[in-house]
Structures are given as structure tokens and as C-alpha cells.
């Protein structure tokens, strides 16, 4: 009999198909890799055979269309990815958050920034900072501590009746802000383990994790970098919203915004409409593009 489901978590071959109800069958993939050249993905709907209902395992037989799919994290299907960075330690890296955010709104998926671990920020001044940073980006910015619950009600908000997919460096407390969003399930997060002193846990697998009724979130593993190799330099203005709006501004078509004389976009660098560290993201992540051309 084949049902349908959606692939909640894969490990070392397995996946982990949830049905219609929330029952949990454990799927091998076999034919379809070998039929359709595809690799199931997290977030995935499937049609999978049931190979024993008591012991509950199964096997997937057919990848359902997907509305879209991310390479890093590894996930398909998401409504908006929420990318986080703390605040401090660890110390952001714009230039990694911006390579990530660029590359959401070239595959047209939204991204929301969340800044967390705001209570090692008492004076509220990288608040400020990154505030201005991300002032014209577009991109939904709120801030959060799971260590005093702050932010959390505005967070919940903005996942209502999606499926997210979290994303962001190691040690930025992805899998402590979803242990607070949800009360089945608990992540395993950074902390150091008393009964077990095994040192601190962090997160190798993506995993669906449904947030009460409307909701879904995916906790993914910390990447620590991000290139723009598969895309054209000329694309990348267009992941900045507040770049790539000048866009027939210039003198010369196809304007780098690097070198060019009467450039729009280094006008409103020089009037402050655009932020300094936004820019500079963006011409290192050209200047990166441009140098594998030559090779
Ligand atoms: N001060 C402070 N520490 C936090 C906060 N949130 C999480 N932490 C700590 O940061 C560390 C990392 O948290 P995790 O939730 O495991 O981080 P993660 O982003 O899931 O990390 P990976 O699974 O390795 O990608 C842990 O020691 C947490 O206790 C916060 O709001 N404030
Ligand atoms: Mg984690
Ligand atoms: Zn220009």
C-alpha cells in the first residue's frame, strides 16, 4: 500500500518518513536514487511503501515535485529561512550572513535575520550597529535571548503557518531558540552534559520539527562558509535589495559599482543610504566571483 508522508530526518541511509497522522516510519530510498537521480532531502514529500507496519519501516518509492530546494542547509520545500547569528560569541560574520541572505533572494526564498544571545549585549550597542547594518536589506531583523526568554513571542509570530528552515554558524543557539519555541521535543544543544560529561552536542542532522498545529521549523547544522561560485557576478547586486534597486541607475550598463565613474549605487554609499558593511560584502562576494572566471 503506498502512502504519502514528508521526510522529517535522513541518517547514514535512513530516512524518517512522517504519514498524515505523525506516525514515524523508518524509509530506505532504494529506486529511487536509481530511477529519478535524485537524493531525498529533508522537508521532502514522498510517496512510500509500508514494508512493516508493527515495526514501522518502509520504503520510499517516488519524490514528490519540490517547490524548491537548498543546498546549504540541505533542506526542500520551506517557506522562508530564518537565519541566525549571535550577537556575540561567537562574533558575527557579515560577510557570511550577507553571502546567505544573497543567496535566499536569488532562489526567491524570504530571509529573516535573528540576532541572539542579545543579553551579552547590555548596553544594547551591537544592537545598534547591526540595526543600521540591515536597515535597507529588506529582510525581516528581530533579536532574541533564549537565556532570558526575550524575543521569543515576536519570533513565534513570524513563523506562524510556515515551514522554516533555520540556518546559521555553530554555537549560535539554532537548536536552544527551537527548544524554547516547542515543548515536545527537546534538541540537544551546546551545553555541557552533567550525567554524561561528554562534551558539548552539536547538531549533525536536519531535522523537521513540527511547533504546534501550523507550524514547522528545521533545525540544521552549523556551516562556517558560503560561496557564490554558481552564480554570475552580475547577479549578485540583484541579492541586495538595497543595491540591486539602483540597478538602471548607473552611466555604463552592467555598472560593477566598484570602479565605474557616475555610479548611483556609490552615491548613496557616499550619502549613507547604503550601509558601508553591506557594500563591502558585496564587493568582496564580486571580486570572488570575478577571480573564478579566470581559472
Ligand atoms: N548567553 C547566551 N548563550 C546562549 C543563548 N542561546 C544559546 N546559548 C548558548 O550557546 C551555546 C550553543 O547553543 P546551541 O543551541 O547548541 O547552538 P547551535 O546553533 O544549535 O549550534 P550547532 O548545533 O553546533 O550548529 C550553548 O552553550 C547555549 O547554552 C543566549 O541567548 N545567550
Ligand atoms: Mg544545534
Ligand atoms: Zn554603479
Redesign the pocket.
Known sequence: MRETGRIIKGIAGFYYVADPQGHVYECKAKGVFRKDAVKPLVGDAVEFAIVDEEGKKGNIEKILPRKNELLRPAVANVDQALVIFALKDPEPNFRLLDTFLARMVLTGIPGIICF??T??DADGRLALQVRSIYRGSGHELVF????ERKGIAELEALLKGKCTTVA?P???????LINLLQEDVQME???ISEKTARGK???RHSELIALGEDAFILDT??FTSLSMDDYEKEDIAKGFAEIGRWENGCRFAGCSHIHEPDCIVKEKLAEGMISRQRYESYVAMYEQCKEKRRY
Not at 144 to 147: H, L, N
Not at 170 to 176: C, I
Open positions: 541572539n544571545k543579553d551579552l532574541t535571548s533564549t537565556k546559521g555553530s554555537g549560535v543557539g539554532k537548536s536552544s544543544t551546546g551545553c552536542h552539536t547538531t547544522p552549523g
